[in-house]
């Protein structure tokens, strides 16, 4: 039913597809954790050079694991410390090319260089953060973040916080 393999073309071609594939998946669901974890399998079967790419949900006045795919994580982030608490702090997205030039980085993986951190933001609320991760230094860059920030509303209209 979806295409399972990471795309070689231009950068637009991968995200009008991971677009139009996340639309197909998404389609007459609305349960969080299946949402998440599908779109996690989605992005990590399509998107090349990642390391980690996953969820992490805002419970009881902290970041808390969701859904993911890469290697096991640390499970609980408080808001403002690492780059995905921070993300939170700053209701904002964070593009760092470097993490180990990021003060306070929480390395949950020691082959993660790049990271990119979108808060999943509804009605002006803040629920949690999309969190991927790559080995690459400079992995990421603002046609990514417009791409992802995208898919986390299209993400955050589908799926009941
Ligand atoms: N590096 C993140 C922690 C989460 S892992 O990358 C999965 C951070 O600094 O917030």
Redesign the pocket.
Known sequence: MFVVEKLSGSKAELYDELARQTRGLLEGERDLIANAANTAALIWALVPDLN?A?F?FLKGGELVLGP?Q?KP??VR?AVG?????TAVARRTSMLVED?HA?P??????SA?NS?L?VPLIQNGVVHGVL?L?SPLLGRFDEDDRVAFEKLVSFFVAATDL
């Open positions: 980690w996953g992490y993911f890469g994580a640390c982030i410390k690492g780059v995905c608490g993490v990021f306070g980085h929480i390395a949950c993986d993660s990271e951190v969190d991760d």
